[in-house]
């Protein structure tokens, strides 16, 4: 039988004293035997040692067996007489009684030992025995002998040690979870909590198990959770709680808790078990989704009332279009009639009535082009048309019509973008805006005339595209949500008789709406009013008027820009490209793969195309192919972020190539590069 060298002593892993069951047995023997007077009679102690389950054996001060019982004698698997007068060296081997000599040489100076340790037997294998060493006194108090009460708890230290293997086991577990975990008593402290809990907390071991945790709820969520909890409790079953609480860092998280009840041996309640989620992301998520389906049912209704207010004045036009032409005919017959009476009466009291007369069907006429002008029945001469150029030219204009009381204020797009447009229409229509603007300020204010380029993809009055936004704006005292709802009717008007007619605005957007753009009003009781109108972007340039007589490409070049054809699958990088090109003046259309961009290179023609090389479906190579086989010498700038120049060189052996990834100025001076190639 050989120690394997592990030594437990009488304290537990905590450093309290074993319990009394571990030992009770052990140390009441030894006792017992220890407070006999005199010499032992081991004759009389023979046969009660030998009914004992623990092994028990008396030694002298030379540490030889003066008595062992049946017990330790056959754990020894040796003869009771083979054991008696020889020394515990020779019974148990040298290595073995070194490994025992310090704690029988406590004990022979008075000091009893309690101790576990394991031993390597050499029949039963693996044993844990525990051993109690207790000094024997005569009546003089002198140490002469020892008493050895040895007891095999194999079976017992395993369990334990299983157990506390389960434990550490459990608890590495519940530490390497992502959620918290933690068991609580009926009083609500706690019995263990896991390391996701302690990060969360960021308390001490000593405060953690005590604290109260319904200082962490947020205020809002706070008599709801309270509430909730108390009944979970008392419902004795799981429940579950959802709120915010602030972490150690002092940041609010969404948890969501699940806890049931534990109960004891008899099946009455202890605590309970719990485990907490963090739903931050997902809760934010939720409500987000909530916020946009708001949002979105807002939108759906405002959706549906601009849908109605253009099914309204789509049926208030057709009935004014109908109206007018048939006035139209009957006016033609006046008009005629009132001219041939007074070119033919000599009576100058009747030549005068007919020219009065002939002047008020001529005012008649003018009020039923209105009218045809908002049906859309009269025919526009809707051609490529700059808003900003056309606006610059008005300045003398709207100077004269508002007067010195009026602020003027011009902000306009300097990228020159041509839109499909009546020009002279488009002139008295700012007009008809700036005198309505200016009779809404009478003591005074500010008039500020707008444009910029934008892009409109779920407006569902205009159809997906390029557009310029034509704002004019007034500081008046704004419309009453019923004008506002009826602005655009022919005929209505909230100015005194004979101050207006009420079709300004109704031209306005039928102009507008005919031009193939929109209009559009916003107002508020004294916070002035703001008339949008939005013009769509032409695919081409034409005859421009108020330009000088030059075309759109004309006047870009004049300022050193281009039209520039921008084609990439990736719309960040699409984005940057466009946005980079405008802010060096240049006009810019937009396609997200080749084949969008071959279309719009065959019906735009533009100056220069800036294309990625690597895209899904037609390369940058296979675009730029068929763009040369179609235009040779068109101008191609590459962008790529990998190295293709040999591959492009054989493609498009002029074509500039710009490397990803790069700034605004170095592809200005590659669009500047590519451009000089073709001058």
Do not use: C
Request: charged content about 30%.
């Amino acid at each position: 039988m050989a120690d394997r060298g592990k030594i437990e002593s009488s304290k537990d892993d905590a450093g309290r004293d074993r319990p009394a069951s571990e030992a009770a047995d052990l140390k009441a023997v030894a006792a017992g035997i220890s407070n006999l007077p005199g010499p032992v009679d081991f004759a009389g102690v023979l046969a009660i040692a030998d009914s004992l389950p623990v092994m028990i054996a008396y030694l002298d001060r030379d540490l030889k067996y003066r008595f062992l019982n049946r017990t330790l004698a056959d754990w020894l698997e040796h003869p009771r007489r083979s054991v008696l007068g020889r020394t515990m060296k020779e019974v148990v081997g040298e290595a073995a009684y070194e490994f025992r000599r310090p704690m029988v040489e406590a004990a022979l100076a008075g000091e009893e030992q309690w101790f576990i340790a394991d031993f390597d037997h050499v029949t039963r294998g693996k044993l844990t025995v525990q051993a109690h060493y207790v000094p024997h006194r005569n009546r003089k108090g002198k140490v002469v002998g020892l008493i050895l009460v040895i007891q095999d708890v194999t079976e017992q230290r395993a369990s334990e040690i299983a157990l506390r293997e389960s434990e550490a086991r459990f608890r590495r577990i519940a530490d390497s979870a992502p959620v918290m975990m933690w068991v609580t008593r009926l009083d609500r402290t706690r019995d263990f909590v896991n390391e996701a809990y302690r990060e969360f907390a960021g308390l001490s071991p000593e405060e953690i198990n005590t604290h109260n945790w319904r200082e962490w709820i947020h205020p809002e969520d706070w008599d709801r959770i309270v509430a909730e909890s108390v009944a979970g409790e008392a419902s004795l079953k799981p429940f579950t709680l959802e709120a915010r609480f602030r972490r150690a860092d002092g940041e609010y998280r969404w948890l969501r808790s699940v806890s049931q009840p534990r109960f004891g041996l008899d099946g009455s309640p202890i605590g309970f078990i719990g485990v907490a989620t963090d739903i931050t992301v997902a809760k934010e998520g939720e409500i987000d989704l909530l916020h946009q389906v708001d949002e979105r049912s807002k939108e759906l209704i405002e959706t549906q009332d601009q849908l109605r207010q253009s099914q309204k004045m789509e049926a208030l036009g057709q009935l004014t279009g109908g109206i007018a032409h048939d006035f139209n005919n009957l006016l033609t017959v006046v008009v005629g009639g009132l001219d041939l009476i007074a070119k033919q009466v000599q009576d100058e009291r009747l030549v005068r009535f007919a020219t009065n007369a002939l002047a008020a069907a001529e005012r008649g006429a003018r009020l039923t082009s209105q009218l045809l002008a908002f049906s859309r029945v009269q025919r526009l001469e809707v051609r490529p048309t700059y808003v900003a150029p056309l606006i610059e030219e008005m300045r003398p204009l709207l100077r004269n019509v508002l007067g010195p009381g009026i602020e003027k204020k011009f902000d306009l797009d300097p990228h020159l973008t041509p839109v499909l447009a009546d020009p002279t229409q488009l002139e008295v229509a700012v007009l008809n805006l700036a005198i309505n603007a200016r009779d809404a300020m009478p003591d005074g204010g500010t008039l500020t005339i707008t444009s910029r380029r934008l892009r409109i993809t779920d407006d569902p009055d205009l159809a997906p595209g390029t557009y310029v936004e034509l704002s004019i704006t007034d500081t008046g005292g704004g419309m009453e949500p019923e004008v506002l709802g009826r602005a655009f009717d022919p005929f209505f008007t909230t100015k005194e008789v004979g101050k207006g007619t009420g079709l300004g605005l109704s031209m306005v957007y039928g102009m507008a709406r005919q031009s193939g753009g929109n209009a559009k009003i916003e107002s508020s009781p004294g916070k002035g009013t703001t008339v949008k109108l939005y013009f769509r972007r032409a695919d081409r340039d034409g005859e421009v008027p108020a330009s000088g007589g030059k075309t759109g490409d004309e006047l870009r070049r004049s300022r050193g820009a281009a039209t520039v054809l921008v084609i990439d699958d990736d719309p960040d990088v699409r984005q940057f490209i466009a946005a980079g090109l405008e802010e060096y003046g240049h006009e810019v259309m937009e396609a997200a793969d080749g084949g969008e961009g071959i279309e719009k290179f065959a019906a735009t023609s533009p100056d220069l195309v800036i294309v990625d090389y690597i895209m899904p479906g037609l390369s940058g190579a296979e675009v730029a192919e068929h763009i040369l086989a179609t235009r040779p010498g068109q101008p191609i700038l590459f962008v790529s972020g990998y190295n293709e120049t040999d591959a492009i060189r054989r493609v498009a052996p002029d074509a500039e190539i710009l490397a990803k990834p790069f700034r605004a100025a170095t592809l200005e001076d590659s669009v500047r590069a590519a451009l000089a190639k073709a001058e």
